[in-house]
């Protein structure tokens, strides 16, 4: 289980919601294992909500890749990967300079 605070709202991720295809679409268009993707969540990323009501999860990996992970929150704490990629230069400088 996962707590983070996005937007000062608490929230709990106790697992993950994947699919062929969530998972099919993070390992063929974007090179992410699904692991890696839940391996944002233990290393306390930064988070945020997204226009649409999804969200952002900003975090490293056990390897050191840093990724961002778009997703959405389900009811009773599950979280469905939908995209993710490799953070960009200004992604990499927003999570370090907002991270906790």
């Not at 996962?2 to 000062?8: V, W």
């Not at 608490?10 to 697992?15: G, N, R, T």
Request: charged share 30%; aromatic share 16%; net charge neutral.
């Amino acid at each position: 289980m996962y707590d983070f605070f996005a937007e000062e709202k608490a929230l709990k991720i106790v697992d993950f919601e994947w699919d062929e295809g969530n998972s099919l679409h993070l390992q063929l268009g974007h090179g992410i294992e699904p692991e890696e993707a839940e391996e944002v969540f233990a290393h306390k990323p930064f988070y945020r909500k997204t226009k649409i009501g999804h969200y952002v999860a900003f975090g490293p990996t056990f390897e050191g890749r840093y990724l961002t992970i778009i997703f959405e929150l389900k009811p009773k704490g599950i979280a469905r990967p939908i995209t993710g990629w490799d953070m960009n230069r200004a992604e990499l400088r927003h999570y370090r300079k907002h991270r906790k």
